[in-house]
């Protein structure tokens, strides 16, 4: 597998798309996303399939109906784009697209009385299919960035409109340590005087390299890996103290890896920023509609329930924001 590139630019998200695949109690991550990732391609970019994704409330009974716009109460669904291939945000088990996404999507779709319908596609046109109608929202661990909500691609360049964001959750980096974090890490600056392992070519190597100058003669050593499994075997064997990852990816680790009886996360995340859901910058009100469903969700204590169900608490927000991204 190649490693994936980055290059640190506010136009680009800090992620690392993953796959999970459990075997043999060992959990394999693959894969590489938003890290380089434009949102100016084509719209005609592949999505098909579909969440199970569904309102159990009724329009009568749901609290929040009334704030949609009438074409989504006449419909009774909004069209959601996703690239299920990032666990444990989004991902397709058995046809269906699973996830704490699609989770707060059924918490919200019940508060507002009409159906999430996700479909899957591939992340460089989310954004496109807002501008085209193909999607009504975007849901997919999709960072909020003033270059994504001024239309921006990563060189400046005008590629659209722009989105709007609704903020819900706050990722960052996250150290992975072995069960019981036998060396006491608890930041990155814990690591100085050891033995690091991470997937080459990605943010977190490059994270890892600014720290070792930051450690001076302590020094640190970093061995770099094709594959972020390959980095978390070399944790998992106690061949380095610690391997860095995106902080749900890293929390979906740890409770999955071995029965989570293979690892934890280390202290509190690194450079966090808001994932958001993104809405055409012209419907306002589905965005309005969306920001009063969240903020009802965390006070009735739903978005709780679903982000411990991942072992993602962590990233929880106290309420929903609006374009809160830098």
């Known amino acids: 597998m190649t ?123 989310l954004i496109t299919s807002l501008y085209t109608g193909r999607s009504d929202a975007v849901m997919s661990a999709m960072s909020d960035t003033k270059a994504r909500q001024q239309g921006l691609d990563d060189s400046g360049k005008k590629t659209g409109k722009g989105v709007d964001f609704v903020d819900y959750y706050n990722s960052g980096s996250s150290l992975l340590v072995k069960k019981g974090n036998p060396k006491g890490i608890k930041a990155l600056a814990d690591v100085c005087g050891q033995t690091v392992a991470v997937q080459r070519g990605t943010i977190y190597e490059d994270a890892f390299k600014k720290q070792k100058t930051a450690c001076g003669s302590k020094g640190l050593t970093i061995q770099a890996f094709d594959t972020d499994a390959e980095a978390q075997t070399r944790v998992r064997a106690g061949g380095a103290v610690a391997d860095l990852n995106d902080t749900p990816v890293a929390a979906y680790i740890a409770q999955k890896s071995g029965n989570g009886n293979d690892f934890e996360v280390a202290g509190s995340p690194a450079d966090a920023g808001p994932f958001g859901i993104a809405t055409d910058k012209t419907n306002t009100q589905l965005r309005d509609a969306l920001k009063a469903a969240m903020d009802a969700i965390i006070a009735d204590g739903t978005y709780a329930k679903v982000l411990q169900k991942w072992n993602s608490s962590s990233g929880a927000v106290q309420q929903a924001a609006i374009n809160g991204g830098s």
């Open 3 to 125: 490693a994936c590139t980055t290059r640190r630019s506010a136009a680009l998200t800090r992620l690392t798309a993953v796959a999970a695949v459990a075997v043999a109690g060992t959990l394999v991550l693959t894969g590489c996303g938003d890290q380089t990732k434009k949102d100016n391609s084509p719209s005609s970019a592949g999505t098909s399939g579909s969440s199970g994704a569904t309102a159990s409330a009724t329009k009568a009974g749901a609290p929040l109906f009334a704030k949609l716009p009438k074409k989504y109460q006449d419909a009774g669904v909004i069209k959601v784009g996703t690239d299920a291939s990032y666990a444990p945000m989004e991902q397709t088990e058995n046809g269906k697209i699973v996830g704490i996404d699609p989770d707060i999507g059924d918490a919200l779709a019940a508060q507002l009385g009409v159906r999430f319908q996700f479909t899957n596609g591939t992340f460089d046109g």
